[in-house]
């Protein structure tokens, strides 16, 4: 998973589980003395697999080249600790990057050399060398903002982090080096005094070298050669100013010169660039000298921009083909493979068909087959690259729940092997790989074997290649092999260890499906195949004659088993087609469930808007029955004694009137299925008018006792309307005023009420008042902010019920009581 294999490496790895026989791995490094062979090993097993494919597309999602370098040179670790720790981190950056919350990784330029030279003393780094370290310090503090912007929710970036050095660092770097490496003339105020004499004694000899120009009628202008400022002169003209010719044109007949009297003016400026070379070089000294000491912390920095980059990009890659960390252990360990796909397949044009491969105790050899084309290589080399990934710490295409075993070796036998250069025919550069995999792997290994037995007589190479899977699977070795050869089919059957799969073929379009079913060996269908491509059917017929019978049967009863898991998909796919139906009239049922909802919703909307509009009628007959009243009233101070009881009639007969409406508007509601709302104690209701209030009791003739501040109104439930909330929120208990008492108590106490409360307490008290016939109404309602005061001068002064009001003598309260006069 590193870079490279370090010097230990034996040491780190699984001991045999026979400790008197070496693994696979120490006897590659015991006999060969050199781990370059070691390396080797993995070397062309992973190119088979083309595993460098693979880290290509890995590394295109870096940040940076260096990143991607790093991701290119990865290779497989031995060690179960470090491969889950790497997992488990790559899979917390999937997790957000799946929600776009993943880590931004920054490129970092190379930097070896500068810090290489860092070590040296005495040794100065160059302008850019010094902005290449200037960029690592400013990307470093960017990396370590976004990982710990993660870190909560993906802790294993913590051992990642590296602490930025001081501030100053980044910060003299800027002030002393622009964007492209150049030193600023804010970088000393020796180099800006140096850099300002250049200007000055450049302006001076450019004016100089003008004014003569005219003088002497050239043409064009001031230009520079060999680092001195001339001008061009016609070599024919007379009176040519002494000085030094630096050169002349193509044709030869401009010369340009640098006249004898701008001479000192050019040395002049000559000195200056001097002192400013000297100075730049002084600014860079000090800034080499600078970063010296931290050197060590500039290297740590630079590799953790890398490794991020690194890490960032793998887990892009993950969250890209929807891989997630698989269980790794030792082998042997178990194979399970849910919903793998060959990485170098995923993001083409062509879509891939996952695999499902699960080997239970026990089983150790999967013996593929099928026709040609239908995938038995792809498969092969996906479960080889699945592998190698999950060791080189990259997250394969696999779906949750997969298990991989860690190996220390890989044997891949795949594709044509032949070299003319060795004299190896393809059969025998197979059989030459075969006798080194029989010689090296054990149960710690994993066997790619493709066409196992092909390139020779089919009856020899089915026993070579049936024995060879055999004492592959008595030791335990994780093998996969694909295979044409009959023979090799019916090795399932007879040997423990040894399960056949096969991946499915469309026995009517003849064109593969490319699903792997377990358990169940594949029919070639060569002869099918043949038929379809218009081979004579004498010849065919013939063909079929050849076959032996065991071949004939095995091929019939594999032909049968795939006619009944035809029939079985397409019963299933019936199934899927009246459940996708169900769910979709289901979904159709429950939007028109929901559109009635809306419906019944707006008219239960209409029907109280037409409840609120028959209350708001109740109360214009209330309000009409109050003015009877009044009128009533009036009558009574003016006539006589009969005259007070025809208004008392009227009064009665008023209330009778609203009663009555009231009634039939409750009755109409009744009627239309939408009964009087009922009320019980503690109920938070609102009035007529408005006003929130607590239902307190419900009479026995239906009247409800609402409590309204410190009030308690007897009022029609018709009148009230429930408030959302329900009970009303716990109060402390305040002293009542009860309105009927008033013809016994002349006098109303509104403190502690807000201003809303204390003036409908008011209007409620005065009803009561005039009824009761009093000639006053003494309203306490203290001094205090004074809201409370000018709440009851406003009513006062809008009711003409009232004929005066004022405030109570000094004696009887002065300002904090209003006393109300009705009149006699």
Known sequence: MTDQIPSDFPDGVPASADAGTPSALERVVTTSGS????????????????????????????AGPLGAASLRARCPSFVAAEIRQELARVSELAALARRNRGVVAESVPEVKNALGRLRIPGSVLDAQELLAIRRTLTASRLVLEELKRVEPEAPGVVPLRVELPPKPFERKLEQSLDDDG??????????????????????????????????VGGDGGVTLRDGRYVIPVPRDLRGRPDGIIH?????????????????????????????????????????????????????????????????????????????????VAPAPGGLVVNNGRHPLLIGGTVPVVPFDLTLEDGERTV??????????????????????????????????????????????????????????????????????????????????????????DPAEGSALAGAALLALTRRQVLTLATTHLGALKRLATSAKGVVNASLQFDAATLQPTYRLQKGVPGRS??????????????????????????????????????????????REEALREQL??????????????????ERDKVLTERERGAERSAREQARQFLLQAREEVERAIARVKEADEAAAREARRMVEEAAGVAKAAVKRLDEKAAADGHAPVSFEPGQRVRMASGTPGDVLEVRGDGKVVVRVGSLKLVVEPGSLSPMPGGQGPARKKEPMVDVSTLEHN???????????????????????????????????????????????????????????????????????????????
């Open 35 to 62: 781990e370059d062979l070691l390396l080797a090993a993995w070397a062309e097993p992973l190119e088979a697999l083309e595993f460098a494919q693979v880290l290509d597309a890995v590394a295109a999602l870096a």
């Open 182 to 215: 150049a030193v600023r003339d804010s970088a000393s105020p020796a180099l800006a005094s140096a850099r300002s004499e250049i200007r000055t004694a450049r302006d001076r000899l450019v004016q100089r070298l003008e004014a003569i120009l005219r003088a």
């Open 247 to 327: 050169g002349e044109s193509a044709s030869g007949a401009t010369l340009y010169l640098e006249p004898a009297s701008v001479i000192p003016l050019g040395n002049a400026m000559r000195e200056a660039e001097a002192a400013a070379q000297r100075e730049e070089l002084k600014v860079l000294r000090d800034l080499t000298d600078l970063l010296r000491p931290a050197q060590p912390l500039l290297k740590d920095l630079h590799a953790m921009c890398v490794a991020v980059d690194d890490l960032a990009a793998r887990a892009r890659y993950a969250a890209l083909v929807d891989g997630y960390a698989p269980e």
């Open 367 to 456: 013996l593929l087959s099928g026709p040609n084309t239908g995938g038995k290589s792809v498969l092969l080399k996906a479960v080889g690259l699945h592998v190698a990934m999950a060791q080189s710490g990259i997250i394969p295409p696999v779906g949750p729940g997969s298990r991989l075993p860690i190996v220390e070796r890989i044997f891949a036998d795949i594709g044509d092997r032949q070299s003319i250069a060795a004299s190896l025919s393809t059969f025998s550069a197979h059989l030459a790989l075969l006798r080194v995999i029989l010689d090296e792997a054990d149960e710690r290994s994993l066997v790619l074997l493709d066409e196992i037995g092909s390139g020779t």
């Open 525 to 570: 269908y060569g002869l099918a195949i043949a038929r379809r491509l218009g081979v004579r059917p004498d010849v065919l017929a013939e063909a079929e004659a050849q076959v032996p019978e065991a071949e004939r049967t095995l091929d019939a009863l594999l032909a049968q088993v795939e006619q009944r898991e035809r029939e079985q998909q397409l």
């Open 580 to 597: 996708t139906y169900v769910e979709q009239r289901t979904a159709e049922l429950e939007a028109q469930g929901a559109r009635q909802k």
């Open 746 to 824: 002349y006098e109303l106490d509104l403190r502690g009420l807000s201003g809303d409360e204390a003036e409908h307490a008011v209007v409620a008290a005065i009803d009561a008042a005039v009824l009761a016939e009093q000639p006053y109404l003494r309203v306490i309602h203290g001094k205090g902010t004074g809201a409370v005061r000018e709440r009851v001068q406003r009513v006062a002064k809008g009711d003409r019920r009232v004929q005066a009001h004022a405030f109570a003598p000094a004696n009887q309260g002065g300002t904090g009581v209003t006393i109300l006069e009705f009149g006699s």
